[in-house]
């Protein structure tokens, strides 16, 4: 499986962007870019997902460069809720490992109110 | 409904105990997967159900025992578990077309003693 790369973790304040990084340089060229967080006690939740273009959602938007090889979560308007590890996952879009999902460190997001 | 259910939420077991961990889902979800996750760690994949079908297992050791009796429940069997083995094991469960998003239960937390 492709492997992502992201920091352990960032910080920000309370109704301030915040721009999430992962670096995946060995993405092939059929691999969607996944995220989902984790909040405290809770299992990971879904939040957004592209292949090449950007795209905007009601809980955020994912920004993927040019080549690919890497892209960014950006959440417009951070929340104390929005504290949570952030993962960056790539899922193979064919054959069998298409059902993988492989979750990587991920980044560690603390809000300050 | 768009949740994962997991039963029971806490569960403390002795190393010669047989027990269950149960999931149900009614999205009409046909793969659905078991993770564990360590404290501080992200979520491990174990197992994958797809159209009731084990497609994917990670190795994992015979102790842990998959079932997916119908296309809404998935279980665990745990049998002669070792101290190693506490964790939280995470159950989701997604379509195997479309967005092909995640939903995944709140988890089963086990202390195996």
């Known amino acids: 499986d492709a492997k992502t790369t992201q920091p352990n973790s960032m910080e920000s304040n309370e109704e301030e962007p915040v721009h999430l990084p992962c670096n995946h340089s060995?993405?092939?060229?059929?691999?969607?870019i996944h995220w989902y967080r984790q909040l405290p006690s809770q299992g990971p939740e879904y939040v957004i997902h592209?292949?090449?273009s950007n795209v905007n959602n009601r809980m955020a938007s994912l920004a993927i460069a040019e080549d690919r090889k890497s892209s960014t979560l950006i959440l417009h308007r951070a929340t104390l809720r929005d504290a949570a590890v952030y993962y960056c996952?790539?899922?193979?879009?064919?054959?069998?490992?298409?059902?993988?999902?492989?979750f990587g460190k991920g980044t560690l997001l603390t809000v300050n109110p | 409904d768009t949740e994962v259910t997991q039963t029971p939420k806490h569960l403390v077991m002795g190393m010669t105990n047989k027990k269950s961990l149960k999931c149900e889902q009614h999205?009409?979800?046909?793969?659905m997967y078991w993770y564990k996750q360590k404290a501080k760690k992200p979520p491990e994949l174990m197992f994958v159900y797809s159209y009731e079908k084990l497609s994917i297992n990670e190795s994992v050791p015979s102790r842990f025992s998959p079932e997916c009796p119908n296309s809404s429940l998935l279980n665990l069997h745990l049998h002669a578990l070792q101290p190693e083995d506490s964790a939280l094991y995470l159950c989701?469960?997604?379509?195997?077309?479309?967005?092909?998003?995640?939903?995944f239960g709140e988890g089963s937390r086990l202390t195996v003693l």
């Open positions: 989701a469960s997604r379509h195997l077309q479309g967005n092909r998003e995640l939903f």
């Open positions: 999205m009409g979800h046909r793969a």
């Open positions: 996952i790539l899922r193979p879009a064919s054959g069998g490992s298409n059902y993988k999902l492989t």
């Open positions: 592209g292949l090449t």
């Open positions: 060995t993405i092939s060229g059929t691999d969607y």
